[in-house]
């Protein structure tokens, strides 16, 4: 999946237009699906859309802004550029990256809308030809429903596409997020129906889709007000947990030894990748190693536009000590690749004495050859991996409290040589705060953070997250963040400009 066949020669976004609606753009061809090999290259194109810089390294950045754990220094190195002042202290504004992660993340839902307006599955497949069809199909459903999922996390009630735009339908009013939800468990659990595998190595497989809908019953577990008629808490965790153990009874997955190895293009799509976007240098251009590597690590073009809120790294190793994690998740000392100096950033620099050198680097996403020369990389990035899936079913126990939370987080605390602290044998709100901060140990900058430090509410994020930061004893107001405490501005994103402008449905 590394060398995709690119065929989608012509992009059709829902909001900026390049082409007349009433033209056919290629992947609007009914033809297109009707033959297994076409239709094969057009979800291929869908997974494309999401490796752009817009859907890849744009909504990273905003996903990682958004969170409360990183600073920034694109677009000046102090606390008060533009980034840092408004998203990354959680005030978003208007901005170009929000507004590029909405446009690419539509751009998969109108390619996910064609395919499945468009592809043909029979009853009972039987040959290679249908049985392919059927997952192709079930990798559309799996795409829509992701990309609303994350659409609506981050911006609240959006316009819900489940058709294309034409000439006579260029505008969609706002869908309140319960309802977006509801759309999407049905698009997931469609989607786990029709994935069977065809698509072979590097594609996910059903259990992905078991997986998205897990952490969407949670979501809706622990919010009120997006849940369906009917439905309890307790039946959302039960919900849940009947989703994630799909997974982990499919013994489809194990992690891997070396938790670095993860982020490396030497151990792509392993045994603990669960759904992993394929990055061709040439096809998707993609950038992570320029923007995400730290200054000076490599020979040319580091930008190192994440580094992590001192806080959270001193909070990391005081933790876990000796957690094998640490190495692979921040950096703050290295020899520079221009001239064999050291560099160093807190802690291995302690004082603090600059925003320059006040925080740790954030390394998963850097280049890790030091001697490259180029901006491009194509190091896969995982979406979804098992460690993830393991820490979701220990939550989801101990909210059952069925007594199988410590079975899934053992195996994540012993890859990482990491002791249980005291949390894990407390009561079982103590056990929640632990395993909420265990998903921050382990998925640090791989896009979920956003989403967890929200899921329970405004004011678990208040306190676990927002407050825990301003009020550090090492806070430095010249050099760190202060968060937002406003719910209006911290818990999601205002719809675009671009779309409040060009979609007469919706108002500001």
């Known amino acids: 999946m590394k060398n995709y066949k690119i065929i989608l020669v012509m992009i059709f976004g829902l909001f900026i237009l390049s082409c007349d609606l009433d033209e056919n753009p290629i992947f609007l061809n009914v033809s297109m699906y009707e033959n297994p090999e076409s239709a094969s290259a057009a979800i291929d194109g869908i997974y494309q859309s999401l490796t752009t810089y817009n859907a890849q390294e744009r909504r990273l950045f905003v996903l990682n802004g958004f969170s409360g754990f990183f600073t920034t220094g694109k677009n000046g190195n102090n606390n008060k550029n533009t980034n840092n002042a408004n998203l990354f202290s959680l005030k978003p504004i208007y901005d ?9 993340l539509y751009q998969v839902i109108a390619q996910s809308n064609s395919a499945i307006n468009n592809i043909q599955v029979v009853e009972t497949p039987t040959t290679t030809d249908e049985l392919l069809i059927e997952d192709l199909a079930g990798h559309a459903y799996f795409m829509r429903a992701w990309s609303y999922f994350s659409l609506t996390r981050l911006f609240g009630d959006i316009p819900l596409w489940l058709d294309l735009p034409d000439s006579d339908n260029l505008s969609k009013a706002r869908t309140t997020t319960k309802d977006i939800y509801a759309q999407a468990i049905v698009d997931a659990i469609k989607a786990e129906e029709l994935m069977n595998g065809s ?8 259990y992905a889709a078991n997986m998205l ?15 369906a008629d009917g439905i309890s808490e307790a039946d959302y965790w039960k919900k849940a ?14 992690l891997v030894t070396d938790y670095s190895s993860l982020f490396t293009d030497d151990n792509e799509n392993s045994s603990e990748s669960i759904f992993e976007l394929q990055i061709s240098q040439d096809a998707a251009n993609s950038q992570m190693g320029r923007n995400y590597s730290p200054w000076k690590w490599k020979k040319t073009l580091a930008f190192g536009w994440f580094k992590v809120h001192a806080d959270v790294y001193d909070d990391h190793v005081a ?12 950096i703050s000392e290295w020899i520079r690749a221009d001239n064999g100096n050291t560099a160093k950033f807190y802690p291995a620099n302690a004082s603090r004495s600059s925003y320059f050198n006040a ?32 820490i979701m079913l220990a939550e989801i126990s101990n909210e059952l409290q069925n007594g199988e939370q410590m079975i899934y987080v053992q195996q994540v605390l012993d890859r990482a040589s990491a002791t249980p602290h005291a949390g894990y044998s407390g009561s079982k709100d103590d056990f929640r705060d632990a395993i909420m901060r265990e998903y921050r140990y382990e998925l640090l900058g791989e896009g979920e953070d956003s989403f967890n430090n929200r899921r329970r509410g405004f004011n678990y994020f208040l306190t676990n997250v927002i407050l825990k930061h301003n009020n550090n004893p090492g806070f430095k107001a010249s050099v760190d963040l202060t968060l937002s405490t406003d719910e209006s501005q911290a818990m999601q ?16």
């Not at 698509?199 to 059903?206: A, D, H, M, V």
């Not at 809908?213 to 849940?227: H, I, V």
């Not at 947990?241 to 194990?254: G, L, Q």
């Open 241 to 254: 947990y009947d989703e994630a153990i799909k997974v982990y009874r499919s013994s489809a997955y194990t």
């Open 319 to 330: 933790t876990y000590p000796n957690d094998s994690r640490i190495a692979g998740t921040y």
């Open 96 to 104: 170009a990256d929000s507004e590029a992660v909405w446009g690419g």
């Open 493 to 508: 994103l205002p719809v675009p400009l671009i779309e409040l402008n060009t979609n007469e449905l919706i108002e500001n």
């Open 359 to 390: 925080n740790p680097y954030f390394f998963k996403f850097a280049e890790k050859d030091q001697t490259s020369t180029t901006q491009y990389n194509s190091q896969n990035i995982i979406v979804y991996r098992y460690a993830e899936l393991l």
């Open 199 to 206: 698509k072979g190595k590097g594609y996910p497989k059903q």
């Open 213 to 227: 809908l897990a952490k969407m019953y949670m979501a809706l577990a622990t919010n009120p007000a997006l849940r």
